[in-house]
């Protein structure tokens, strides 16, 4: 799936979240320029084939190199929430990144191993 294909499956998701919108109030404590995980992905993959506002080197990544390299948790847990992917798995992931005090790299990756890029894309 290309980072085209995957805006085009995010706009037909749901804005709300519940266990994201709760990871949010715990980890994000500064003001951001998007209102909903929504619009941060939908923002980020829109400059995903440039150097965009994180200054990205490569080009040509397809969506699942982008599901594996965003560094924002609740971005990563939404995805799988509003996908609708089993809510067990989402509920398991939210606890991992809450539990996890260490980076926002270490809490992505503890919500990945639970929900995977194969498992979103199934869902989407």
């Not at 749901?14 to 951001?32: D, I, M, S, V, Y």
């Not at 200054?55 to 599901?67: L, P, Q």
Request: glycine share 8%; hydrophobic share 40%; proline share 5%.
């Amino acid at each position: 799936m290309t980072p085209q294909q995957l805006i085009k499956k995010i706009r037909a998701l749901p804005e709300r979240a519940p266990h994201t919108e709760a990871l949010e109030k715990l980890l994000l404590k500064k003001p951001t320029w998007y209102v909903s995980q929504k619009e941060h992905w939908l923002g980020w993959l829109s400059e995903y084939g440039t150097s965009g506002a994180y200054g990205r080197i490569g080009r040509d990544y397809d969506a699942a190199f982008a599901y594996n390299h965003c560094g924002c948790p609740p971005m990563v847990l939404w995805l799988g929430e509003a996908s609708r992917v089993d809510g067990y798995l989402v509920a398991r992931a939210a606890r991992l990144a809450r539990q996890n005090t260490s980076t926002f790299s270490a809490k992505c990756a503890g919500i990945r191993k639970v929900i995977s890029w194969e498992t979103v894309e199934r869902f989407l």
